[in-house]
């Protein structure tokens, strides 16, 4: 995947390409899932994007909170 190829995509399509590399290159896919912003639109376009192609089966989920640590 070329950088220069990606400058004529917007960030979603080329986020869009990216999933689809990673779900078809991996046996495997973790999100890691903060409760922030970035995170949470990682997770929802990835979720998204696995429902949309049967994938589901493939993606995990890893969570947690540092704030809660004392």
Known sequence: ????????????KATLKRLEYI???FDNIYVSFSGGK?????????LKYADKTNM???LGVF???YEAQL
């Open 23 to 25: 779900f078809n290159e």
């Open 38 to 46: 970035d995170s949470g639109v990682l997770l929802n376009l990835t």
């Open 1 to 12: 995947m070329s950088r220069i190829e990606n400058l004529k995509d917007n960030v979603y």
């Open 56 to 58: 589901l089966h493939k």
């Open 63 to 65: 969570h947690i909170d």
